[in-house]
């Protein structure tokens, strides 16, 4: 500062006010599934540094039961109440955390990544990069350097007659019951999806024992791979293409059948004559939805990338992302078929992802370059397939299913705006409240909708019904899936109990001045006792004040 | 005043918050043709994202903005979810001497308070414990919900013949003879006969491109939410520094504590983010309602808010342009929103405010106004502090 000016001091200001943090790392990597856990191998092997790898598995049974950070549908075996026994299957289904362990990487298990908070212009009260990490008693904060994100995918929702019965639930919310949790409580599943990662599940749950009796797909033709299909197919499974679930039939259980209805190819049902299908689960696999959610509540850039499924980090060769600390891997970065059907992309994602990190950090690390990492052609539309998925499905649906079961808000609700239910506004609206009319020069943007009908602001935060909700919004004003901006996700982007969170150390002088708005005594003065004007001489009142 | 045709309107007004939908709400209401002109979405910025209270007794639009919101879904014709009355819960000694000021202020406008000992409070307030010190019961104020009210403006403006343009910059002003007569946008020239200029961080440089100084400084605060509890009988309640209320759905929306000061040449993609701070607001919540210290956060929100050097709101016709209305509510806009409008429609077509006295808001407060007030307050970015 070039004035000599005597700065004044604002106490109800954060300056000086940022929380002890005594845990401290070089490199955190978040979630220790192929790509993470060969991120964190790596960056071990390059020596001297401090690698951290969290995992939120095993969550905990209450948080499952919201449907975080998988729709595991109810369709948790009892045995994961059992903390010590979950965690054994956890390290007995993945033996490199082992060694990750013996290669001096602190290996957090159980642990949530709900934020990220980097320094920034804007948010700059607390020094360095921290990311606020949850157990199952507390919210804390560990300070890193580099981090790199491999958390995973979870299942796109569609909405249908009885969805929200225990026993629908994700595909991969199934996957990671039968291979991590060994735990699902299922015997026989019908299959919703015949890409190659329902596919794949399908095959890797026969082989846990669950009969997958059917596969239904809205298309033409089941666009995974042959082999995984003649697989199911030699055990039993019948494949229903044009074709979609109605309605399931529940009993005390939840899923007991579900019947299925053959459809034309603009999504129309053809026949009252149902074919009903016994089972006790329908699994969600429509589309697997890389898990961004920490990525863009951060600020990276992100956008629609259909050879990646979706909405991910805009990255470059290296893995890195738009912010010059965070690395993205595995899943996450871009779901495509080759990628589902071997580890060894995500792997070599996590090992690029570790060795640009390594860089960034100045630490030894191997100079061999990796062939940067490309997603396969597509063939298909992945965003018109969403599409297709929802106007059969839902909208096309006799009954008026929840689009989002955790405020109940319809399809109908989406396309029209509808006040929610609970304000039982019977008001007659006008044309002024439609989604063309409240934004007519933007593209319709979700948080908006979000804003006014209340769809995906429950506590599964969204998770299930966020895809829907940007399908709806794309065919209600007739644009492209990929032109619909994404919803923003907020922090923290796991639920965490009030309790939680508050026992997050922080400085003592935090309380200082908390009292008071911005602490302006001039703001409260009630006007019959202002007397203007105001020079700022006089501000130096250190008289306690609050606001409203 | 008089309609126009084409690419212009008789008011236009640069800022689609609370404060300029409201205002063209007012005059579209009196068949005055109103453009709106927002850089981002309608209500984009603070406007939706605060609390939702209702209650500014310190204020000279207190009385209007008590007798307009119990009006407000009906004149509207749209929900705003408004909810009457308020609890403020102290916790301990200093906070309710410190929260004592409603009371006062009400009473002294002839609105009623009544202090509430710990047992009244745990009666009224079922999540509340055994830590209360003691609390107020306010028969004035309330809250409502920011989104929906928002967007009744928006859409009542529209029925009566307004209309809101988003996503549309306003970049600069072309004048004659002292006067307004067009705003350059993004999206091209719109004449007028008057502007108001209702910006929020934005006002004071769009308003120096007019000559005119509207001294300002903007910070980040945070909000969280929980998932929905019970509805307890009354929602507006608040205390232990925070300022929030339960929804109408039960979610437990609050927010308080310190603020950041920024540069708004800063700000990332319009994007306010929230900090690690939205623990320490978790703590005071569960201190507050510790029956509710179980609830699930869910989300939390940030947003950028500007402040006047006094902290006190701007509803001015500055003399030196004959024809701009300049309003900044500082930091407390939402609730005052009804009658901040109805002001701002005063001041555009007669000159001066029918129902209050504006005079404590001109900004001639400031003529004496020292250059270096952020440094001698202390209202400074970090990056300044620091040197940077």
Redesign the interface.
Known sequence: MKSHAPIGRDRASVAGKQPPIDEETDLLIIGAGPAGISAALTAAAGGGVRVTLVDENPVPLKTMGEEVPLHFGGRMAATVGNRNAVLESVLRARPQLEEAIEAGIDVRLGTAAWGLFPQRRTAGWIDGHVAGLADEDRAYLLRFKQVIVAAGCRDMGVAFDGWQRPGVMGASAAYRLTSIYQALDSRTAVLVGGGTEALQIGNALADAGIRIAAVIEQAEAISGPAELLSRLVASGTRVFTRHIIQQTVGDLQGVAAVRVAPIDGEGNRLSDSLERIECDTVLLGIAAIPAIELIEAVGCAVSFQPARGGHVAVIDGLQRSSLPFLYVAGDCAGVWPSKTLSDNTARREGRIAAMAALRALGAKHDDTQEAPIAPDQVAGDVALERLEWVRAMTLRSAVVPFVCQCEEVTAADVLQLNPPRYLQWRGDASESWRLGAVDPEGTPHPDVVKRLTRAGMGPCQGRRCREQIAALVALGSGRALADIPLATYRPPVRPLRLAQLAVLPEAAAMGEGWESWFGIPSQWIPFWRLEPPYSAAESSAEEPVSGE | MSSRNGAGAAVVIVGGGVTGLSAAWWLAREGVDTLVIEAA??GWGAS?RNGG?C??????LFREEQRLWPLMDELL???T?FQPNRIRIALDE??FA??R??LD?GA?QGYRSEVLDPKQVRELVPLAGDNVFGGYFHHFGGHANP??TL?AY???M??CGGRL????RALGFDTRDNRVVGVRTSRGTFACDHIVIAAGPATGELASLLGVTVPLMS??AEMIV???LPLMSLGGVDGN?L?GRQT??GNLAYG????????VA????G??????????I??????LLPK???????????G?IE?T????PVIDRPIAVENLTIATL???GFGVSPAAGRAIRDLVMTGTCSFA?L??L?L???????T??Q???????????A?E
Do not use: M
């Not at chain 2, 509710?292 to 940030?302: D, E, G, M, N, P």
């Not at chain 2, 001639?364 to 020292?370: H, K, Q, T, V």
């Not at chain 2, 440094?375 to 502090?385: D, E, F, H, K, Y």
């Open positions: 979405a309608a939706g209270g209650s500014h007794h310190h204020s000279p014709g749209y929900p979810e200093r906070q410190l929260y000021r409603a202020n002294r989104h929906r967007q928006a859409c009542a529209r029925d343009l988003q996503h549309t910070a980040r929980t998932e929905p520094g300022y109408l759905r308080g504590g310190p603020h950041e000061w920024i540069d800063d700000i990332e993609n994007r306010p983010y929230s900090t690690p701070l939205l623990a320490s978790s703590r005071r919540l569960s201190e509710a210290a179980h609830a699930r956060v869910i989300r939390s929100w940030a950028f402040n050097p006094d902290g006190r500082s930091s407390v006295d005079s404590t001109t001639a407060r400031f003529a004496r106004l020292r270096d007030w440094t001698l307050q202390g209202w400074l970015p970090r990056a300044v502090c040197g």
